[in-house]
């Protein structure tokens, strides 16, 4: 099923908000009830979907950013949350 121009815009801002559904629910003056009723369009729901992994990856690369300039607290973070296997 085709994306409206409207899921489209709110798409797109939602990816420039990182993927904050409510700022981009303000920012496109679009209510939770529309939002909502689109997440049964199995096309929207994909797109969310990569919008929702893009902010992931942009999060995640800026932690790294963090952890190759040495950053003590990223560090441990990481390894808290990624090194639990190897009890950390």
């Known amino acids: 099923m085709e994306l ?3 899921q489209e ?3 797109s801002v939602l990816e420039k908000s990182l993927a904050i559904v409510s700022v ?3 920012k496109t ?3 939770r009830e529309q939002f909502e009723s689109w997440n049964e369009n199995k096309e ?6 990569v919008v929702k992994d893009t902010a992931i990856d942009y999060v995640e690369q800026k932690l790294l950013t963090k952890i190759n300039n040495g950053d003590l607290q990223a ?3 990481f390894l808290k949350t990624k ?3 190897r009890g950390y």
């Open 29 to 31: 003056n679009i209510s």
């Open 24 to 26: 981009a629910l303000q």
């Open 75 to 77: 560090i441990q973070y």
């Open 4 to 6: 409206s121009s409207e």
């Open 44 to 49: 929207f729901q994909r797109r969310l979907d």
């Open 83 to 85: 090194g639990k296997k």
């Open 9 to 11: 815009n709110f798409l």
